[in-house]
């Protein structure tokens, strides 16, 4: 098993350019989650999927989107990048609401 | 109000000791769960332990546990018997109560303790 699954690994962007960051995982998850880590403030949540066919906004939702393609795969969009975005990514899996996360390597972005 | 206080940014030991990092939270409900996440040099995160609030007795997952006082509302990990692998930032998170009317429960994550084993 891959686990959880992120591309690409790193990307530069200037802005006000789009970009569509993917994840996959293989381990018959429900939920899954987007977040964005910075330096001092820990993960924040951007967006999640508590199962296939929904998605709600978390803490940092503004400048994102997502879309749930299906069970497995979890996007995040950014329609227009700002440097304000720059940031570690992390896409996460987990069973169910309850059971612990399994998290992606991460996608370093840096918006110019 | 911070949720999740990690108060260490920064914490040295020696190969082969013991220690405490430290987690306190805050929650008015009832059912919550703590989790403990391991996140080395190379960036990736790892679940280590994981404890509910309803749980009696303390988590234990190999050399890791969880000192879970719930009056004091805090809940360290205890490494014992450290590693040189063990160097890395740990982050603390807890499994808030219902966002919104979704019941969904998200989890919460503190600012992180970067550990470091000397030998």
């Known amino acids: 098993n891959a686990g959880v699954t992120q591309t690409p690994k790193f990307q530069v962007l200037k802005t006000g350019q789009s970009m569509t960051l993917q994840c996959a995982q293989d381990m018959n998850h429900n939920s899954m989650y987007w977040y964005r880590q910075d330096p001092g403030m820990g993960l924040r949540l951007i967006y999640y999927s508590a199962s296939e066919g929904t998605t709600d906004k978390g803490e940092v939702p503004n400048g994102y989107n997502v879309s749930r393609l299906n069970k497995r795969e979890f996007s995040l969009r950014l329609e227009s990048a700002a440097p304000s975005q720059t940031s570690v990514y992390f896409c996460a899996s987990s069973f169910d609401r309850y059971n612990e996360q399994f998290f992606g390597p991460g996608t370093r972005l840096t918006v110019l | 109000a911070q949720k999740i206080t990690q108060t260490q940014p920064g914490m040295f030991v020696q190969e082969k000791e013991a220690v405490t990092l430290d987690c306190t939270y805050d929650?008015?409900?009832?059912?919550?769960?703590l989790f403990w996440y391991k996140q080395p040099s190379s960036g990736e995160m790892i679940f280590l332990i994981y404890?509910?609030?309803?749980?009696?007795q303390n988590a234990t997952e190999g050399r890791y546990s969880l000192n879970f006082q719930k009056a004091r509302k805090s809940a360290n990990l205890v490494i014992s018997a450290s590693q040189l692998g063990d160097s890395a930032m740990y982050f603390c998170?807890?499994?808030?109560?219902?966002?919104?009317?979704?019941?969904?429960?998200?989890?919460?994550f503190g600012t992180g303790t970067r550990l470091l084993v000397s030998p």
């Open positions: 929650t008015s409900d009832q059912s919550y769960g």
């Open positions: 404890q509910g609030s309803y749980d009696e």
């Open positions: 998170a807890m499994r808030e109560g219902p966002l919104m009317n979704t019941g969904f429960q998200k989890l919460v």
